[in-house]
């Protein structure tokens, strides 16, 4: 959602982004808003597909075990196989869903929102060798954690990015406020960015909610505690809502 600067007017100044979201624009002009999942849902659900892995390699190796010599043999090219294409053909073959994304709502996509490819998820996860040095994930976890939209070396090198998924879109409802008309004309921009702020702040923490609002209170000529309420009167007032 952008917001302006201090000033008397929020089209005057520059949007600034206040969120994760990242906008990309299709060959048909259409602009898809991603939400970049972070590095804890993306450990989350690495640490289960380990799991899920390490489950299998078990039941394989203890099959195999009863083949003796050969028995061991194809069970560590069958490891080598499961190691390395496991995340592969789950994500090119599940909508970039490996079961631990799945579990977590997460999705593998390239930069400009089209589906993995063969390319790139093999790039993605042949590299994870790179982001597992020096131990534990500590490049993978840095460049997360620096990166705008949490990408990990192999994200970059490939062009691709984690997603939290799309869930079936509902039509938000407005807080309870009374309406009332902005102090001065608003551009769509404007609009757009105060009923935004309206319908997704009951997904937002105290904090996060006041943060926002407290940006907003300077151009709305009210005090910071009074931004929220003032925000939601407006919002109401934009869509013609009537108070319940």
């Known amino acids: 959602m952008p917001a302006p600067r201090s000033g008397s007017h929020p089209a005057d ?5 206040l969120d994760t979201r990242y906008q990309v624009e299709t060959p048909e002009g259409i602009d898809l808003v991603l939400r970049p999942a972070g590095l804890l849902p993306r450990a989350l659900a690495y640490a289960i597909d380990l799991a899920i892995r390490g489950a299998i390699m078990l039941v394989l190796f203890i099959a195999l075990a009863l083949l003796g010599q050969l028995g061991m043999g194809l069970g560590l090219i069958l490891m080598f196989l499961l190691n390395w294409w496991y995340m592969v053909l789950f994500e090119v073959l599940n ?12 999705r593998v996509v390239h930069d400009d929102g089209t589906p993995v490819g063969w390319s790139s998820s093999l790039v993605r996860n042949l590299l994870r060798f790179v982001d597992l040095l020096p131990f534990a994930y500590t490049l993978g976890a840095l460049s997360c954690l620096l990166h705008p939209t949490f990408k990990r070396l192999g994200d970059i090198a490939a062009g691709s990015l984690v997603v939290y998924r799309d869930e079936k879109s509902q039509r938000p409802t407005l807080p309870d406020a009374e309406p009332e008309r902005a102090p001065f004309p608003l551009t769509l921009a404007d609009q757009r960015a105060l009923l935004s702020f309206a319908e997704r702040q009951a997904s937002l923490s105290p904090a996060r909610r006041a943060e926002l609002a407290g940006i907003l209170a300077e151009p ?18 934009l869509l013609g809502s009537e108070s319940p």
Do not use: D, T, Y
């Open 13 to 17: 100044s520059q949007a600034q982004p």
């Open 95 to 106: 909508q970039g869903r490996s079961p631990g994304k799945q579990m977590m709502g997460l």
């Open 220 to 237: 709305l000529s009210v005090p910071a505690e009074q931004a929220q309420a003032r925000i939601n009167g407006i919002a109401r007032g």
